[in-house]
């Protein structure tokens, strides 16, 4: 928290509020061709450019989501195989160092951000994870050091070599390539550090839905619970979490377990009220990507290894009848016009011989490999994009260039058309005619042009008998 005075807001922002020094460059309060006795043709000194200004997209729609998996190269079942495991990593390091929900919430949500901006053909997907959750324990208030969550990494895949984080030849190297990489996913992340917790609204729903009580100790209860919080962990898993708020990723997951368990359903129509707005729409999209995730990796899942796989299709179709039967798409504000045919680039095989996630005994680097875009000026990242998109008219009034179109009627005088005499007339068509024979010279027509002269001459006293 840095001390001062009050920062002006943007729209309030005048003249006499911009910083005066001898040593700063000159800027006009108001362009060229409003200011009194200055010639339109004399050259005005202006300020240094603003720079560039980018505004970080809180939800991602699936059609732009699918658009920047095919920019980076997207593999379908290889990515979903890395998507999966990374975020396993992350659960998995969240409970080894006994770190909240809300930093695995927020770890997931970086990792997914990084991997559909970069190919995987450049980072490994677990120097990724780790990176994220790193990230994470700063962004929530979790304090841990790169080389805890190194080392709880390092003996979670490999428990019959215990390590300690003070282990320096261990974690050395691999602490410096994950601080060099948190750069990376900072701005990626566009430094919004804004994350959505939907554990934290499922838990007040389901204490309205099941009060304490004689009902709210039965094991049918918790075992709703049960599936409900694990399901909220599951979401993590896909690409919900980018697309959707809090309120309707937590409805799919109450109508999704009303659903699997068969009770409580009757209590679900409270919540679609003025205070909680939810499309239905939206909600459907939500469960059916659960549905896609438990019907094709059970295993790699806490509720979808606990039901019988007929029970999953069968809870999918139902889904499916209530999508076409309120004629929703399949997912929302999709537009089929905006679909761009583009070939489909295979990525190569992540992990390299320099990745610490895959020989964790070679140094590391703070210096990674990124495909960054050259630009003027400095990258400033804006979160309210009213406060940009006034300041980008006010600055393009002094920096944008205005060219002026004068039409001008000039006179040109048409040469004369030279004349040639009949002689030069002919003489220049006989040699048009002679040099167009491309290499064979022209035949003599005298009768004194010697024997080699006429080709058929010869052929009189031998003939072809």
């Given at each position: 928290m840095t001390t001062g005075s009050m920062p002006i807001p943007l729209n309030q922002l005048k003249p006499t509020h911009l910083p005066t020094s001898p040593m700063a460059p000159s800027i006009p309060t108001e362009p060229a061709s409003k200011r009194n006795g200055v010639n339109d043709h004399e050259v005005?000194?202006?300020?240094?450019?603003?720079?560039?200004?980018?505004?970080?997209?809180?939800?991602?729609?699936?059609?732009?989501?699918?658009?920047?998996?095919?920019?980076?190269?997207?593999?379908?079942?290889?990515?979903?195989?890395?998507?999966?495991?990374?975020?396993q990593l992350i659960d998995s390091v969240r409970q080894s160092i006994s770190l909240?929900?809300?930093?695995?919430?927020?770890?997931?949500?970086?990792?997914?951000?990084?991997?559909i901006r970069f190919p995987s053909a450049e980072y490994n997907y677990e120097d990724v994870a780790l990176a994220s959750l790193f990230v994470a324990c700063k962004v929530e208030d979790t304090i841990k050091k790169s080389k805890d969550v190194l080392c709880a990494a390092h003996n979670i895949r490999q428990p019959h070599d215990q390590r300690t984080p003070d282990d320096k030849k261990m974690f050395d190297g691999p602490s410096k390539f994950t601080v060099g990489l948190e750069r990376h996913i900072l701005e990626t992340?566009?430094?919004?550090?804004q994350a959505q917790y939907p554990q934290k609204l499922l838990i007040k729903l389901l204490r309205k839905m099941f009060p304490k009580g004689e009902k709210g100790d039965s094991p049918e209860v918790k075992k709703f619970i049960s599936d409900a919080y694990d399901m909220s962990i599951d979401l993590y898993k896909t690409f919900a979490p980018l697309k959707q708020p809090s309120f309707p990723l937590v409805m799919a997951i109450l109508e999704l377990t009303v659903l699997l368990t068969g009770m409580g359903g009757d209590q679900l129509p409270q919540f679609y009220s003025d205070r909680y707005p939810a499309r239905k729409g939206c909600v459907l999209e939500v469960m059916l990507d659960l549905m896609d995730l438990y019907t094709q990796f059970p295993k790699s899942t806490k509720v979808g290894s606990r039901y019988n796989?007929?029970?999953?299709?069968?809870?999918?179709?139902?889904?499916?009848?209530?999508?076409?039967?309120?004629?929703?798409?399949?997912?929302?504000?999709?537009?089929?016009?905006?679909?761009?045919?583009?070939?489909?680039?295979?990525?190569?095989?992540p992990g390299s011989a320099i990745s610490p996630a895959t020989n964790s005994s070679l140094p590391g680097t703070t210096t990674v490999k990124r495909n960054g875009k050259s630009s003027?000026?400095?990258?400033?990242?804006?979160?309210?994009?009213?406060?940009?998109?006034?300041?980008?008219?006010?600055?393009?009034?002094?920096?944008?260039?205005?060219?002026?179109?004068?039409?001008?009627?000039?006179?040109?005088?048409?040469?004369?058309?030279?004349?040639h005499s009949s002689r030069s007339v002919h003489h220049s068509h006989s040699s048009h005619r002679n040099h167009t024979d491309h290499g064979w010279s022209p035949y003599s027509r005298s009768r004194h042009g010697g024997h080699n002269s006429d080709r058929h001459k010869g052929r009189k006293s031998h003939g072809y008998y």
């Open positions: 005005v000194p202006i300020g240094p450019s603003p720079g560039l200004s980018s505004n970080p997209p809180r939800y991602i729609s699936e059609q732009t989501l699918q658009q920047m998996l095919k920019s980076i190269g997207y593999d379908e079942a290889r990515e979903d195989t890395y998507r999966l495991k990374g975020v909240p929900v809300k930093t695995f919430d927020t770890a997931a949500t970086y990792y997914h951000r990084f991997r992340i566009g430094f919004d550090f796989l007929n029970k999953l299709m069968d809870v999918k179709i139902d889904i499916n009848k209530m999508l076409s039967g309120n004629r929703y798409h399949r997912h929302l504000a999709w537009c089929d016009k905006c679909v761009q045919d583009s070939s489909d680039a295979l990525s190569v095989t003027e000026g400095t990258l400033r990242f804006v979160f309210d994009h009213e406060d940009a998109r006034f300041e980008r008219e006010t600055v393009a009034e002094y920096f944008d260039d205005v060219y002026e179109e004068i039409e001008e009627d000039v006179e040109e005088r048409i040469p004369d058309e030279p004349r």
